[in-house]
Structures are given as structure tokens and as C-alpha cells.
């Protein structure tokens, strides 16, 4: 689904009931995805955490998990996700987030490590490829690099892999 149509969506059933916590906290991920840190998301993280309550156990720790990493505590984020990934081990979200952290960490190992858990239980999850990608790249393997591009491209075949790709040939053998 276009994240624009989302985002649209989301707004609409937050209109019509503005104690929907659930699409508060799902509005809140799509922001975040689309443009990092901004007024809405995080004002919209202060209305999720007032209410609580209303959310799942796991969507709770979420909200924790998702609270850290705006704070840039990426590392204080990772066992948050931890649980959520215990608690859902087939949840291929929560082992990209722990990824994401280790990413943004420069902890490329660990990153791929995690990368590696989320495709086991999506092998067609085309973030966790680029990414993937990404952390081999940094790691100046630029045939396991493409390879995880490659992959991408196949799965997603917008302007943003081919971008992806590119990058991937740019690196130093």
C-alpha cells in the first residue's frame, strides 16, 4: 500500500476517533519511516504514552522500543524489541528493529546478524535486504553486498533499489 494512502487513512480513523491508540501508534511508524524525528511524531509518542492502556502488551513495549530509538538510545531500543521478538519469535519486525539499531550503531555484524533472522521468516522482506546490503557494504564485501541488492531489486523494483544497487557498485573491492 502507497504510505501516502496510509498515512491518509490513518489520520481519517484517528478524525473520527481520536482515542484510536492503535493507529496513533501505527500513524506514528509510517511518520517515522518517511521523515525521522518530526513535531508530529514525536507529539504523537506523548499522546501514545498518556494512553497506554489501550494498547496491546507487545504494542506497548513497542511504544518503548520506538521511544528509546527517537531518543537516539538505540542501544536502550534493542531490548525492547528483544522481548517483543520472544514473545512473537515469528515476527519478523521486531529482529529488523534489533537490526536497524545495530545498523544505526555502526555495529555491522550484529546488524547483519539480525538482518538474518528476519529474513529466515520472510525471505521476500525487501527492507531487511537493502539493508542487509547496506551492512555489507560498509563492510566493504561488495560481492555480498550486490548479492543482497540483487535480491532487493527483484523483490522491488522502485527508484529507491536501483539507488541501492548503484551504491553497491561504488564500493572499493
Not at 501508534?25 to 518530526?38: D, H, Q, Y
Not at 517483543?84 to 544505526?104: F, N, Q, V
Request: include cysteine; charge should be negative; aromatic fraction near 14%.
Amino acid at each position: 500500500m502507497d504510505k501516502t494512502v496510509a498515512i491518509t487513512e490513518l489520520q481519517k480513523a484517528i478524525h473520527y476517533d481520536p482515542g484510536f491508540t492503535l493507529a496513533k501508534l501505527k500513524l506514528l511508524e509510517v511518520l517515522r519511516f518517511e521523515g525521522g524525528n518530526t513535531d508530529e511524531v514525536k507529539n504523537l509518542l506523548t499522546d501514545i504514552k498518556s494512553n497506554l492502556s489501550n494498547l496491546s502488551y507487545i504494542d506497548s513495549i513497542r511504544v518503548l522500543a520506538t521511544e528509546k530509538s527517537i531518543e537516539g538510545l538505540y542501544l536502550s531500543a534493542i531490548p525492547y524489541y528483544q522481548q517483543i521478538a520472544e514473545k512473537l519469535p515469528h515476527d519478523r519486525y521486531s529482529y529488523y528493529e534489533i537490526a536497524e539499531s545495530y545498523y544505526t550503531l555502526c555495529e555491522n555484524d550484529k546488524a547483519i546478524e539480525y538482518y538474518q533472522k528476519a529474513l529466515a521468516r520472510d525471505t521476500n522482506f525487501a527492507l531487511a535486504l537493502n539493508h542487509m546490503g547496506y551492512s555489507y557494504s560498509n563492510k566493504y564485501d561488495s560481492e555480498m553486498a550486490l548479492k543482497y541488492f540483487r535480491r532487493y531489486l527483484e523483490i522491488d523494483s522502485s527508484a529507491n533499489a536501483f539507488d541501492s544497487m548503484g551504491d553497491g557498485f561504488l564500493q572499493p573491492e
